[in-house]
Protein backbone atom coordinates (compact mmCIF):
# COMPACT_ATOMS: atom_id res chain seq x y z
CA UNK A 1 0.00 0.00 0.00
CA UNK A 2 1.06 3.38 -0.55
CA UNK A 3 2.95 5.45 2.30
CA UNK A 4 2.98 8.90 0.64
CA UNK A 5 0.82 11.13 2.23
CA UNK A 6 0.33 13.16 -0.94
CA UNK A 7 -3.82 12.78 -2.30
CA UNK A 8 -2.05 13.59 -5.65
CA UNK A 9 1.22 10.99 -4.94
CA UNK A 10 -0.48 8.76 -7.80
CA UNK A 11 -1.05 11.66 -10.54
CA UNK A 12 2.55 11.18 -12.01
CA UNK A 13 2.24 7.15 -12.28
CA UNK A 14 -1.25 7.87 -13.68
CA UNK A 15 -0.22 10.40 -16.46
CA UNK A 16 2.59 8.23 -17.59
CA UNK A 17 0.43 4.89 -18.07
CA UNK A 18 -1.71 7.80 -20.26
CA UNK A 19 1.66 9.52 -21.86
CA UNK A 20 -0.14 12.25 -20.55
CA UNK A 21 1.47 15.22 -18.75
CA UNK A 22 0.53 15.79 -15.10
CA UNK A 23 -1.89 18.91 -14.86
CA UNK A 24 -1.98 21.40 -12.32
CA UNK A 25 -4.19 20.47 -9.67
CA UNK A 26 -5.16 21.98 -5.88
CA UNK A 27 -7.91 21.21 -3.83
CA UNK A 28 -10.89 23.22 -3.31
CA UNK A 29 -13.09 23.60 -0.27
CA UNK A 30 -15.97 25.99 0.27
CA UNK A 31 -17.81 27.12 3.44
CA UNK A 32 -21.48 27.09 3.19
CA UNK A 33 -24.25 28.89 5.03
CA UNK A 34 -25.02 26.08 7.63
CA UNK A 35 -21.79 25.68 8.66
CA UNK A 36 -20.96 22.78 6.82
CA UNK A 37 -17.87 22.51 3.60
CA UNK A 38 -17.77 21.62 0.30
CA UNK A 39 -14.63 20.16 -1.29
CA UNK A 40 -13.43 19.59 -4.63
CA UNK A 41 -10.34 18.94 -6.83
CA UNK A 42 -9.26 21.52 -10.11
CA UNK A 43 -7.52 20.36 -12.74
CA UNK A 44 -5.39 22.76 -15.35
CA UNK A 45 -4.79 26.20 -15.12
CA UNK A 46 -7.81 27.15 -16.93
CA UNK A 47 -11.57 28.03 -16.05
CA UNK A 48 -13.30 24.59 -15.70
CA UNK A 49 -14.98 23.14 -18.85
CA UNK A 50 -16.23 20.20 -17.34
CA UNK A 51 -17.37 19.27 -13.90
CA UNK A 52 -17.49 15.51 -12.91
CA UNK A 53 -19.73 13.92 -9.75
CA UNK A 54 -18.82 10.50 -8.70
CA UNK A 55 -21.00 7.65 -7.35
CA UNK A 56 -22.28 7.11 -4.20
CA UNK A 57 -19.03 5.54 -1.56
CA UNK A 58 -16.42 7.21 -3.83
CA UNK A 59 -15.06 10.82 -4.44
CA UNK A 60 -13.49 12.51 -6.44
CA UNK A 61 -10.30 11.03 -7.19
CA UNK A 62 -12.28 7.79 -8.91
CA UNK A 63 -12.21 9.97 -11.51
CA UNK A 64 -8.47 10.97 -12.19
CA UNK A 65 -7.96 8.96 -14.68
CA UNK A 66 -10.25 9.41 -16.97
CA UNK A 67 -9.68 13.31 -16.19
CA UNK A 68 -5.65 12.85 -17.21
CA UNK A 69 -7.26 11.11 -20.47
CA UNK A 70 -9.49 13.63 -21.35
CA UNK A 71 -6.89 16.91 -20.80
CA UNK A 72 -9.16 19.05 -20.43
CA UNK A 73 -9.47 21.91 -17.65
CA UNK A 74 -12.05 20.01 -15.06
CA UNK A 75 -13.56 20.43 -11.49
CA UNK A 76 -14.01 17.26 -10.08
CA UNK A 77 -16.59 17.77 -6.94
CA UNK A 78 -17.12 15.45 -3.83
CA UNK A 79 -20.64 14.93 -2.99
CA UNK A 80 -21.87 15.76 0.91
CA UNK A 81 -20.88 13.14 3.08
CA UNK A 82 -17.77 11.60 1.17
CA UNK A 83 -14.76 12.78 0.51
CA UNK A 84 -13.97 15.96 2.22
CA UNK A 85 -16.88 17.38 2.01
CA UNK A 86 -18.86 17.43 5.13
CA UNK A 87 -21.08 14.24 6.18
CA UNK A 88 -25.43 16.00 6.75
CA UNK A 89 -26.92 15.27 10.02
CA UNK A 90 -30.10 14.41 8.76
CA UNK A 91 -28.35 12.09 6.71
CA UNK A 92 -30.32 13.21 3.82
CA UNK A 93 -27.77 11.68 0.66
CA UNK A 94 -30.82 12.40 -2.03
CA UNK A 95 -29.96 13.74 -5.50
CA UNK A 96 -31.91 16.80 -4.81
CA UNK A 97 -30.67 17.50 -1.66
CA UNK A 98 -26.63 16.72 -2.75
CA UNK A 99 -27.23 19.54 -6.10
CA UNK A 100 -27.75 22.32 -3.96
CA UNK A 101 -24.54 21.93 -3.00
CA UNK A 102 -23.18 20.97 -6.57
CA UNK A 103 -24.94 24.48 -7.18
CA UNK A 104 -22.95 26.45 -4.48
CA UNK A 105 -19.50 25.14 -5.86
CA UNK A 106 -20.38 25.82 -9.77
CA UNK A 107 -21.76 29.31 -8.58
CA UNK A 108 -18.01 29.86 -6.98
CA UNK A 109 -15.90 27.66 -8.92
CA UNK A 110 -16.82 28.09 -12.62
CA UNK A 111 -17.18 31.16 -15.03
CA UNK A 112 -19.44 29.05 -17.79
CA UNK A 113 -22.52 26.33 -17.99
CA UNK A 114 -20.74 23.03 -17.36
CA UNK A 115 -20.56 19.47 -19.72
CA UNK A 116 -21.71 17.95 -15.92
CA UNK A 117 -20.34 14.10 -15.78
CA UNK A 118 -22.16 11.69 -13.05
CA UNK A 119 -21.85 8.29 -12.43
CA UNK A 120 -24.14 6.92 -10.47
CA UNK A 121 -25.80 8.77 -7.96
CA UNK A 122 -23.71 11.63 -9.31
CA UNK A 123 -25.54 11.22 -11.97
CA UNK A 124 -28.93 11.23 -10.72
CA UNK A 125 -27.56 14.48 -8.79
CA UNK A 126 -26.65 15.80 -12.10
CA UNK A 127 -29.91 15.63 -13.40
CA UNK A 128 -31.54 17.27 -10.20
CA UNK A 129 -29.12 20.11 -10.93
CA UNK A 130 -29.65 20.48 -14.88
CA UNK A 131 -33.25 20.58 -13.89
CA UNK A 132 -33.01 23.27 -11.21
CA UNK A 133 -30.10 25.17 -12.19
CA UNK A 134 -30.03 24.87 -16.00
CA UNK A 135 -27.85 27.80 -16.01
CA UNK A 136 -24.77 25.71 -14.90
CA UNK A 137 -25.29 22.34 -17.63
CA UNK A 138 -24.67 23.11 -20.98
CA UNK A 139 -24.91 19.39 -21.28
CA UNK A 140 -25.15 15.77 -19.17
CA UNK A 141 -23.71 12.95 -19.34
CA UNK A 142 -25.47 9.79 -17.03
CA UNK A 143 -23.27 6.89 -16.41
CA UNK A 144 -24.55 3.74 -15.50
CA UNK A 145 -27.45 4.88 -13.80
CA UNK A 146 -31.45 5.54 -14.40
CA UNK A 147 -34.08 6.20 -11.53
CA UNK A 148 -35.58 2.56 -12.83
CA UNK A 149 -32.81 0.17 -12.65
CA UNK A 150 -33.12 -2.97 -10.21
CA UNK A 151 -31.88 -2.73 -7.03
CA UNK A 152 -31.93 -6.33 -6.48
CA UNK A 153 -28.97 -6.75 -8.96
CA UNK A 154 -26.11 -4.22 -8.85
CA UNK A 155 -27.09 -2.43 -5.77
CA UNK A 156 -28.05 -5.22 -3.35
CA UNK A 157 -24.26 -6.06 -4.26
CA UNK A 158 -23.43 -2.69 -2.85
CA UNK A 159 -25.21 -3.40 0.29
CA UNK A 160 -23.36 -6.71 0.81
CA UNK A 161 -20.34 -4.59 0.82
CA UNK A 162 -21.30 -1.99 2.75
CA UNK A 163 -23.31 -4.38 5.62
CA UNK A 164 -20.05 -5.75 7.07
CA UNK A 165 -17.61 -4.05 9.66
CA UNK A 166 -16.85 -0.30 9.20
CA UNK A 167 -13.32 -0.13 10.36
CA UNK A 168 -10.77 -2.51 9.53
CA UNK A 169 -6.86 -3.59 10.84
CA UNK A 170 -5.06 -2.54 7.65
CA UNK A 171 -6.25 -1.12 4.46
CA UNK A 172 -5.03 -4.53 2.42
CA UNK A 173 -8.16 -6.02 3.88
CA UNK A 174 -10.78 -3.62 2.69
CA UNK A 175 -9.02 -4.49 -0.77
CA UNK A 176 -9.14 -7.76 -0.42
CA UNK A 177 -12.64 -7.26 0.13
CA UNK A 178 -13.18 -5.00 -3.00
CA UNK A 179 -11.62 -7.39 -4.93
CA UNK A 180 -13.42 -10.66 -3.61
CA UNK A 181 -17.00 -8.40 -4.75
CA UNK A 182 -15.31 -7.25 -8.09
CA UNK A 183 -15.42 -3.56 -7.22
CA UNK A 184 -12.64 -1.77 -8.89
CA UNK A 185 -9.87 -2.78 -11.61
CA UNK A 186 -6.46 -4.37 -11.26
CA UNK A 187 -4.84 -4.56 -7.52
CA UNK A 188 -3.19 -1.45 -7.65
CA UNK A 189 -5.65 0.27 -8.93
CA UNK A 190 -7.86 -0.74 -6.47
CA UNK A 191 -5.51 -0.12 -3.54
CA UNK A 192 -5.09 3.58 -4.85
CA UNK A 193 -9.13 3.78 -4.43
CA UNK A 194 -8.88 2.09 -0.66
CA UNK A 195 -6.02 4.51 0.10
CA UNK A 196 -7.92 7.66 -1.43
CA UNK A 197 -11.42 6.58 0.23
CA UNK A 198 -10.33 5.78 3.54
CA UNK A 199 -8.35 7.07 6.97
CA UNK A 200 -6.79 5.90 10.03
CA UNK A 201 -8.51 6.71 12.92
CA UNK A 202 -6.17 8.06 15.97
CA UNK A 203 -7.05 4.35 17.51
CA UNK A 204 -4.56 2.87 14.28
CA UNK A 205 -7.87 1.68 12.69
CA UNK A 206 -8.81 1.97 9.04
CA UNK A 207 -12.25 3.48 8.16
CA UNK A 208 -14.54 4.92 5.10
CA UNK A 209 -14.24 8.62 4.75
CA UNK A 210 -17.79 8.63 3.38
CA UNK A 211 -20.75 8.61 5.90
CA UNK A 212 -22.40 6.29 3.12
CA UNK A 213 -20.57 3.21 4.61
CA UNK A 214 -22.79 3.30 7.24
CA UNK A 215 -25.84 4.16 5.25
CA UNK A 216 -25.92 2.30 2.28
CA UNK A 217 -28.17 -0.74 3.15
CA UNK A 218 -30.56 1.72 4.25
CA UNK A 219 -30.17 4.21 1.33
CA UNK A 220 -30.51 1.50 -1.55
CA UNK A 221 -33.20 -1.09 0.32
CA UNK A 222 -35.72 -2.28 -1.85
CA UNK A 223 -36.95 -0.23 -4.77
CA UNK A 224 -39.06 2.03 -3.16
CA UNK A 225 -39.93 5.83 -4.02
CA UNK A 226 -40.42 6.74 -0.98
CA UNK A 227 -42.59 9.56 0.39
CA UNK A 228 -42.51 13.29 -0.74
CA UNK A 229 -40.96 14.53 2.16
CA UNK A 230 -38.60 11.06 2.61
CA UNK A 231 -37.59 9.78 -1.27
CA UNK A 232 -35.16 7.37 -1.46
CA UNK A 233 -31.90 8.03 -3.77
CA UNK A 234 -33.75 6.08 -6.46
CA UNK A 235 -36.98 7.88 -6.28
CA UNK A 236 -38.95 8.59 -9.44
CA UNK A 237 -38.13 12.37 -8.96
CA UNK A 238 -34.81 11.41 -10.72
CA UNK A 239 -37.24 10.82 -14.28
CA UNK A 240 -39.13 14.03 -13.20
CA UNK A 241 -35.76 15.91 -13.50
CA UNK A 242 -34.51 14.36 -16.75
CA UNK A 243 -37.62 15.30 -18.07
CA UNK A 244 -36.89 18.93 -17.01
CA UNK A 245 -33.50 18.88 -18.11
CA UNK A 246 -33.34 21.23 -21.41
CA UNK A 247 -29.87 20.08 -22.02
CA UNK A 248 -28.65 17.64 -24.13
CA UNK A 249 -28.34 14.15 -21.78
CA UNK A 250 -26.03 11.27 -23.04
CA UNK A 251 -26.79 7.67 -20.74
CA UNK A 252 -23.36 5.44 -20.79
CA UNK A 253 -24.71 2.14 -20.32
CA UNK A 254 -22.03 -0.02 -18.74
CA UNK A 255 -22.33 -3.69 -20.15
CA UNK A 256 -21.06 -5.27 -16.94
CA UNK A 257 -22.44 -2.93 -14.96
CA UNK A 258 -26.06 -1.95 -13.15
CA UNK A 259 -28.06 -0.49 -16.35
CA UNK A 260 -29.38 -3.25 -18.36
CA UNK A 261 -30.72 -3.27 -22.05
CA UNK A 262 -33.95 -3.00 -20.93
CA UNK A 263 -33.84 -0.14 -18.36
CA UNK A 264 -31.57 1.45 -21.57
CA UNK A 265 -34.39 1.03 -23.46
CA UNK A 266 -36.64 2.07 -20.44
CA UNK A 267 -34.68 5.53 -20.74
CA UNK A 268 -34.29 5.99 -24.51
CA UNK A 269 -38.18 5.85 -24.43
CA UNK A 270 -39.05 8.09 -21.85
CA UNK A 271 -36.92 10.26 -23.40
CA UNK A 272 -36.19 10.08 -26.83
CA UNK A 273 -34.00 13.02 -27.42
CA UNK A 274 -31.44 11.41 -25.82
CA UNK A 275 -28.35 9.37 -26.66
CA UNK A 276 -27.39 5.94 -25.47
CA UNK A 277 -24.01 4.52 -25.79
CA UNK A 278 -23.33 1.24 -24.25
CA UNK A 279 -19.31 0.03 -23.20
CA UNK A 280 -17.88 -2.75 -22.06
CA UNK A 281 -16.98 -1.77 -18.41
CA UNK A 282 -18.20 -2.58 -14.57
CA UNK A 283 -20.52 0.14 -12.66
CA UNK A 284 -17.33 2.47 -11.95
CA UNK A 285 -16.88 3.26 -15.58
CA UNK A 286 -14.19 5.95 -15.58
CA UNK A 287 -12.44 3.12 -13.68
CA UNK A 288 -12.44 0.41 -15.34
CA UNK A 289 -12.71 2.15 -19.26
CA UNK A 290 -11.47 5.72 -18.46
CA UNK A 291 -9.93 6.39 -21.82
CA UNK A 292 -13.20 5.64 -24.20
CA UNK A 293 -15.30 7.43 -21.36
CA UNK A 294 -12.95 10.42 -22.04
CA UNK A 295 -13.35 10.05 -25.25
CA UNK A 296 -17.47 10.18 -25.10
CA UNK A 297 -17.04 13.51 -22.93
CA UNK A 298 -14.67 15.14 -25.63
CA UNK A 299 -16.80 14.46 -28.08
CA UNK A 300 -19.96 16.25 -26.18
CA UNK A 301 -17.61 19.51 -24.90
CA UNK A 302 -19.70 22.94 -25.36
CA UNK A 303 -17.42 25.44 -27.48
CA UNK A 304 -15.43 26.83 -25.93
CA UNK A 305 -15.72 31.11 -24.92
Known sequence: MATDISEFSYLPAQADSLSV??????RLVLPLPDGRRVSGLRYGAEPPRVTFLHGAGLNAHTWDTTVLALGQPSLVIDLAGHGDSAWRDDLDYTPRTLAVDIASALDAWTDRAQLVVGQSLGG?????????????????????????????????????????????????????????????????DTERGVFLNTRVRDDGRIEWKHHFAHLAAQALDAHDPGEATAPSVLSAAGWDDLARTDAPVTLVRAERGFVTAADADDFFRRLPRATVIALDATHNVQETAPRELAGIVADRLPPEL
Open 124 to 188: LTGAALAAARPDLVAALVVVDITPGIDTSAGPAALREFYAGPTDFATRDELVDRAMAFGFGGTRP
Open 21 to 26: PVPEVE
